[in-house]
């Protein structure tokens, strides 16, 4: 065998030196990327006021019923809370900025109100009415006067005119002893006129957070118990309570807002939610993660009511991927179960634990 040239030896050393600092260099970087990513992250964990889950319930949240369409569908939401929070930021709206500026739901007016100093521990509570639910509006008045009056004759009570008669307003400053707001449609795109599409729902919560640090939304359906204190606490505590529903926010959603947001509807049989008994406190994780894309949905014709709409109300077929639509319900189900998924339990409350549901 000939000699090999000292030269060439030479090179290959010189090679494999530098190919073993590269590698060594890079193990130093991915170590040092991965502290600086963990680290921004927990930043962002602490500058976003995201809700802690300690002491609460944990415990790994059951999906809805298993759907045929979904069998062979097996993506799963990533484990990393903020991963999931990533994508909710990605969502793309196209609302007029001068909307969100005026809700401050821009970075300026999300800045202005989580610098206000409050630190409320009872929540002011919130509705709204229109003629068709005026009797149904007497009993949540006197399930409010028996049991959160009765503890707190402080608390404080604002109720939305959605377009009452004079007589019916009248009757309802007279007995309710609550501050009656007409609710501003004109300052808003004419869809939200339409009640049946509850775009001015999510727009009514954070009007009122641009007032309060802790709310309660109820609709005219909800009857508190005696155990209403508990589910204040729990919301003072952990930033959001929302009620859980009984059907599949896969079924119940319509895919065309599945589309807008580019979700996979699959991925979504979970409980529904609904926020017609919803309390929050103002964070910025509340306003950025949850107010903004909820309600820039609101107000962006075709992601949370769309034409046509009314016709998939109702839910002919309660096995069927989107057999019907359940507007600010279907996004707040999306959002909150895209962030928190498996341990979304701790932000819900099930019916009969603090009330219930009347609609009589």
């Not at 400053?173 to 006129?193: A, L």
């Not at 957070?209 to 909800?222: A, C, G, P, R, T």
């Not at 959001?240 to 599945?258: A, M, Y």
């Not at 996979?264 to 894309?293: D, S």
């Amino acid at each position: 065998m000939e000699n090999i040239p000292m030269q060439l030896i030479w090179k290959t050393f010189l090679c494999v030196f530098a190919l073993s600092v590269l590698t060594q260099s890079l193990k130093i970087w991915n170590w040092r990327s991965e502290v600086q990513f963990q680290t921004e992250l927990s930043n962002m964990k602490r500058d976003m006021h995201v809700p802690s889950l300690e002491g609460f319930n944990t415990q790994v949240q059951q999906s809805a019923r298993p759907l045929e369409a979904c069998k062979k569908f097996n993506r799963t939401f990533p484990t990393s809370m903020e991963e999931n929070m990533n994508v909710v930021k990605n969502y793309k709206f196209t609302v007029p900025t001068e909307l969100l500026h005026r809700l401050q739901l821009d970075d300026e007016g999300i800045n202005t109100l989580i610098n206000r100093k409050q630190n409320s521990s009872i929540p002011v509570i919130v509705s709204g009415i229109s003629d068709n639910h005026f009797g149904e509006f007497d009993g949540l008045l006197h399930s409010i006067n028996i049991h959160p009056r009765k503890k707190y004759p402080e608390i404080k009570f604002i109720v939305f005119d959605l377009g009452l008669s004079k007589a019916h307003r009248a009757d309802l400053q007279k007995k309710c002893k609550c501050d009656v707001r007409t609710f501003p449609f004109e300052k808003f795109p004419s869809h939200v006129k339409r009640l049946q599409g509850y775009t001015w729902k999510p727009i009514s919560l954070q009007m009122m957070l641009q007032e309060y640090d802790f709310i309660m939304w109820v609709d005219s359906s909800i009857r508190f118990n005696e155990k209403f204190n508990q589910l204040f606490e729990r919301a003072r505590r952990i930033g959001i309570q929302i009620l859980e529903g009984d059907g599949s926010i896969t079924v119940r959603t319509h895919r065309g807002l599945f589309d807008f947001l580019k979700e996979e509807p699959c991925m979504f049989n979970y409980p529904e939610v609904q926020p017609g008994w919803f309390l929050i406190k103002r964070t910025k994780f509340a306003l950025k993660m949850l107010l903004r894309p909820v309600v820039s949905c609101a107000l962006q014709y075709g992601c949370m009511d769309f034409p046509d709409a009314g016709r998939f109300l109702y839910c002919k077929d309660p096995n069927r991927p989107s057999a019907c639509h359940r507007y600010d319900q279907s996004v707040h189900g999306i959002i909150l179960t895209r962030i928190f998924n498996k341990v979304r339990n701790s932000i819900t409350f099930k019916e009969k634990e603090f009330g219930s549901v009347s609609r009589s």
